[in-house]
């Protein structure tokens, strides 16, 4: 069955750097457009970041523009989400998210909080 997995989230000082990972399974990942996107407590789930299938582009919210680099890896069935310069308004539950034509996936989500 289809099944996005995240990982690589915790806790991490202000300023710091995580990098986080999302294994998908059950469908054909080269052909899909992926996204990350997260959801802070009290607010709605917000788009972080996306790629296009070959890589070919790449696209990320203001927010986090300069900060954070996603990237895939097709031959492993991952894309990641490098995130840099973190700080407390980023924690959040972060989600990947696979998408082709009407076909839409969702993982469960891995938590990131900067807290010093």
């Known amino acids: 069955q289809v099944q996005l997995v995240e990982s690589g989230g915790g806790l991490v000082r202000p300023g710091g750097s995580l990098t986080l990972s999302c294994a998908a399974s059950g469908f054909t990942f080269s052909s899909y457009f992926m996204s990350w996107y997260r959801q802070a407590p009290g607010k709605e789930r917000e788009f972080v970041a996306s790629?296009?299938?070959?890589?070919?582009?790449?696209n990320y919210a203001d927010s986090v523009k300069g900060r954070f680099t996603i990237s895939r890896d097709n031959a492993k069935n991952t894309v990641y989400l490098q995130m840099n310069s973190l700080k407390p308004d980023d924690t959040a539950l972060y989600y990947c998210?696979?998408?082709?034509?009407?076909?839409?996936?969702w993982g469960q989500g891995t938590q990131v909080t900067v807290s010093s």
């Open positions: 998210n696979a998408r082709r034509s009407l076909s839409r996936y």
């Open positions: 790629i296009t299938t070959g890589s070919d582009y790449t």
